[in-house]
């Protein structure tokens, strides 16, 4: 008889760094790759991988990403399936949930109600492809009481990851450290590590009482990652999987394996520049296994125009339903549903979400916008960055980030 599963995806977090996007939504709710939301990304590695009871662990401003689950994920209800969203409901006593670790916690009756034989808890904000039925197998196998998601990086970049140290066997856990400055490397690998992807698989009773012991120390942060997984860690009960054993269906040599975790605005921006290679980094075209979400009745995208310079035209770029490019130039970028670019603009190495117009003649470079920005006829972003720090969010890298219904100045 197979094993009774129970997906948890942590989605309630904040997302400070990526304002100003997350200003009015949740960080899994930001939208990402024209039609999607990052949530859909680990809800479709679950779902195509046939574990379909799934529970949503939500708080922050969580309207829209409650709104997009309700209206996008719906299971067979004939067959036990569902996907639903569960906000924070004090079920502990009067506080919201104080951690990751301590939103399982509060939401142990859904454990109690499912009675499964194994927990994944998977994180909702990154970008990845990944079947999760073989990290549970593995897990099976090694009789651990959590697996952990490794996926391997340089050794040089150890102080920007929670990283896992494995001891001479290459699989049991012996230290899980946080952005160490003196990493050690691999067994079979010295000039790499293990970074944690945030994704684990428990045995329900290991998680239970893991998690049972976090809630009685007022001392703990009550995070999975730096409470759950060291306690495990010291019973030596913690296996890390090696995210480059993982094979989806549909993958190639050159999107094998990717993982990113969109937590910056410079991350967020090199991730959809990812998607518009003419070979992508990471293949959105995979259609053995895709990345569901919702599809709304627009129409094609349409282009529009041939007179002279005035030609509506998109060159490496990825162009969703419902946008209309209007003898103007799009390069280097990614469209949303609903966009208008109006003749004569330059749009080059940009994100234009939902809904967003240019103006004609305006000119936007290296630039995130967000949904309903409406930019004024002869407008520039992104062309004299002194001039925009002044009135938007330039990231590090020097992108250009105009928030949802921003008003920008010609």
Do not use: C
């Amino acid at each position: 008889m197979a094993a009774k599963v129970l997906a948890i995806v942590l989605a309630g977090g904040e997302g400070k760094r990526l304002m100003p996007l997350t200003t009015d939504r949740a960080k899994p709710a930001v939208p990402f790759g024209g039609m999607y939301r990052m949530v859909d990304f680990v809800l479709s590695n679950l779902a195509n991988a046939g574990y379909l009871k799934i529970v949503v662990l939500t708080q922050y401003k969580s309207h829209s990403l409650d709104r997009h689950i309700t209206k996008t994920w719906r299971m067979s209800t004939l067959l036990g399936n569902y996907v639903t969203p569960v906000p924070a409901q004090q079920r502990r006593g009067p506080w919201w949930f104080a951690g990751s670790a301590d939103a399982i916690y509060q939401s142990f009756n859904l454990i109690y109600d499912e009675q499964p034989d194994y927990v994944i808890v998977f994180g909702a904000d990154h970008i990845y492809r990944m079947d999760p039925r073989q990290m549970v197998e593995d897990h099976i196998a090694s009789g651990a009481g959590v697996t952990v998601a490794g996926i391997r990086q340089p050794l040089s970049t150890a102080d920007q990851f929670g990283v896992i140290e494995v001891g001479e066997d290459g699989r049991r856990i012996r230290a899980f450290r946080e952005k160490p400055t003196d990493a050690v490397g691999l067994p079979d690998a010295p000039d790499e590590i293990y970074a944690s992807m945030g994704n684990y698989v428990f045995t329900t009773r290991a998680l239970i009482d893991a998690v049972e012991h976090d809630a009685d120390d007022k001392t703990s942060k009550h995070d999975m990652g730096g409470s759950i997984i060291p306690t495990l860690v010291e019973r030596g009960e913690a296996n890390v999987y090696d995210f480059r054993d993982n094979e989806v269906p549909g993958s190639t040599d050159r999107d094998r394996g990717y993982w990113r975790d969109v937590g910056t605005l410079d991350s967020f921006y090199d991730a959809h520049m990812d998607l518009i290679n003419v070979h992508p980094v990471f293949n959105l075209y995979n259609f053995d296994w895709p990345i569901y979400t919702e599809q709304p009745p627009f129409p094609p995208a349409k282009f529009v125009h041939q007179w002279g310079e005035r030609v509506g035209r998109a060159v490496a770029s990825m162009v969703s339903p419902g946008a209309v490019i209007s003898g103007s130039l799009v390069e280097n970028s990614v469209v949303s549903p609903k966009v208008k670019v109006h003749s004569w603009a330059h749009v080059d190495g940009s994100v234009l979400m939902e809904g967003v117009e240019i103006g004609r003649h305006a000119v936007i470079r290296r630039a995130i916008l967000d949904k309903n920005v409406y930019v004024p006829e002869g407008a520039e972003i992104g062309v004299d960055l002194e001039r925009d720090r002044q009135r938007y969010t330039v990231s590090d890298n020097g992108i250009v980030v105009i928030g949802k219904g921003q008003k920008v100045e010609p």
